[in-house]
């Protein structure tokens, strides 16, 4: 006799998903400001302009959306006024705190 095995289907975790509002999102960058990891604040701004939608980030940032792609990339080294821009098109807004 053959057992019959079910293989579990996983999907591949997207924060994305989960970023759908603005609290959800503060508390999300909040926590990634914390890392005070430059990487992966482009990937929580990545995650972030996904959620929202890269076309109308890109255009609410002033930028193309290829080059907010290559923007918020892995590794990608953009410009603080970029990342400052993209900030504002997500509804971000950066604040600073005694450490």
Same mark, same amino acid.
């Given at each position: 006799m053959s057992k019959l095995q079910t293989k579990a289907k996983l999907?591949?975790?997207?924060?994305?998903?989960y970023l759908g509002s603005e609290e959800a999102i503060a508390e999300?960058?909040?926590a990634v400001l914390e890392t005070e990891?430059?990487?992966?604040?482009l990937v929580a701004l990545n995650d972030i302009a996904r959620a929202k939608g890269m076309a109308l980030v890109a255009k609410e940032a002033?930028?193309?959306?290829?080059?907010l792609y290559k923007a918020l990339a892995?590794?990608?080294k953009p410009r603080f006024d970029t990342v400052l821009r993209? #900030? &504002? $098109?997500?509804?971000?807004?950066?604040? #600073? &705190? $005694?450490?």
């Open positions: 999907i591949q975790f997207d924060a994305a998903r999300y960058m909040t990891d430059p990487d992966l604040l002033g930028l193309g959306r290829e080059s892995p590794g990608a993209v #900030a &504002r $098109a997500l509804g971000v807004k950066f604040t #600073a &705190r $005694a450490a």
